[in-house]
């Protein structure tokens, strides 16, 4: 079992810049892939970033490449995501997953954290 706890939302102006966090329990974080995901009011689920086990590999939404960046750091069980250029359309609940070993970048993720709002203001 795999509980995820995300933080660091907020109400941010268009331009500026936020980092999440997603702290894991366990002691076997470091054999999960990590996933970002984000939910606009009225829209599905849609992949943002994630990380392979080691760190050593990253995926990006196209939305995303260029002003996000995805990081992980295994001996804190935690897994960041650092948002800069923030725009209104990246408004949404923001929500960490994780996934034993292999990384993909759709919602097949066993474990899911409970979100966290990010808000950019125009």
């Known amino acids: 079992q795999v509980q995820l706890v995300e933080s660091g939302g907020g109400v941010v102006q268009a331009g500026g810049s936020l980092r999440l966090s997603c702290a894991a329990s366990?002691?076997?974080?470091?054999?999960?892939?990590m996933g970002w995901f984000r939910q606009a009011p009225g829209k599905e689920r849609e992949f943002v970033a994630a990380?392979?086990?080691?760190?050593?590999?990253?995926y990006y939404a196209d939305s995303a490449k260029g002003r996000f960046t995805i990081s992980r750091d295994n001996a804190k069980n935690t897994v960041y995501l650092q948002m800069s250029s923030l725009k209104p359309e990246d408004t949404a609940v923001y929500y960490c997953?994780?996934?034993?070993?292999?990384?993909?970048?759709?919602?097949?993720?066993?474990?899911w954290g409970q979100g966290t709002q990010v808000t950019v203001s125009s």
């Open positions: 366990g002691r076997t974080f470091s054999r999960y892939a």
């Open positions: 997953a994780a996934r034993a070993l292999v990384v993909v970048t759709t919602t097949l993720y066993n474990y």
């Open positions: 990380i392979s086990p080691s760190g050593s590999s990253t």
